[in-house]
């Protein structure tokens, strides 16, 4: 099998940016998934990021935890759990308006790194859009615009640990599921894997590596390419070692954005329906651990004379 794609940004711009170009179609086309190296983000300040992130699960949320296992007698488990996950998380709204003032329990430095790291972030996966745009042969800024709706995009982040598993064998650190959104930036733990992409009918691991950037597409890009790139299943496998950190961005199209293939991208016939994002995501909200083509296919049956963006 291919080993999973990793791609060196610092190449784009030098003589070598048609090379790392075709690494990224090919990572879009063929599986949905690839990792990051030299993005931008120094080093540095992921060293922090993912510092503060394990101190405040030690700080506030282990004991947490282990009161939800004890509660939901989880340690002894003899049969498979199929309606949870062992994962200890909170949520960070960074668009339109930020939350983060009202999370409980988040220590002064680690508010303002994450404001900082949302920052950074935004601004990669703005520029990734754009080389997108660039493979796909859709104008610059097409993506965002598509995006926009009437308040600029949906932006925010999962902040996520998996403590070690008594046994992993009978439930998953997250259960197999497509990404709803639009494009998915993931710093996770350098050290513990876990997490696993499906292709070509296998479980693949995605690499843990210092300081890298993990990127993922979702549903609406699948939309909006017609089909040409696709979300891709994943999943995260507890362990019996270590606690792994993963942090989850996502870019995603503002609530009232209607999402609808490019016509540019349309040869033959229209593959996906038109929608406006919030009804899909209401939809998600009750199947995510489902397959995505009844969910694309619901979209179909309610699709109405929704306006064409001009995007």
């Known amino acids: 099998m291919a080993t999973f794609p990793v791609i060196n940004l610092e190449k784009l711009n030098g003589e070598e940016r048609a090379t790392i170009m075709e690494q990224i179609k090919d990572a879009c086309e063929n599986w949905g998934f690839f990792e990051l190296l030299n993005h931008g983000i120094p080093h540095e300040f992921l060293d922090t990021v993912e510092r503060l992130t394990k101190e405040h699960y030690k700080k506030c949320m282990e004991q947490r935890f282990k009161e939800l296992v004890a509660s939901k007698a989880l340690e002894g488990l003899q049969a498979e759990v199929t309606d949870m996950d062992w994962e200890s998380t909170f949520f960070l709204r960074h668009l339109p308006e ?15 790194v994450m404001k900082e790291f949302a920052l950074k972030l935004e601004k990669l996966a703005e520029e990734l859009l754009d080389l997108l745009c660039e493979n796909l042969g859709l104008e610059k800024g097409y993506l965002k615009k598509a995006f926009h709706g009437t308040r600029g995009p949906t932006f925010g982040t999962k902040v996520s640990n998996y403590p070690p598993c008594p046994k992993p064998d009978k439930i998953k650190g997250l259960r197999a599921h497509t990404d709803a959104g639009g494009i998915i930036l993931l710093f996770q733990d350098p050290q513990v894997s876990g997490l696993q992409l499906l292709k070509d009918g296998q479980w693949v691991d995605v690499p843990p590596m210092r300081h890298s950037i993990v990127i ?96």
């Open 98 to 112: 930020s939350n983060m003032a009202e999370i409980p329990d988040l220590a002064h430095e680690y508010r303002k």
């Open 216 to 311: 993922n597409l979702g549903d609406q890009l699948e939309v909006i390419t017609n089909g040409k790139y696709k979300s891709v299943e994943h999943r995260v496998i507890a362990q019996t070692n270590g606690a792994r950190m993963s942090i989850a961005s996502f870019y995603n199209p503002g609530s009232d954005a209607i999402i609808h293939p490019a016509p540019a991208l349309v040869e033959n016939k229209q593959l996906y329906p038109k929608f406006v994002f919030e009804d899909y995501m209401k939809l998600y909200a009750g199947l995510k651990f489902q397959a995505k083509e009844p969910r694309f296919q619901a979209m179909k049956v309610r699709e109405t004379t929704l306006p064409i963006a001009t995007a």
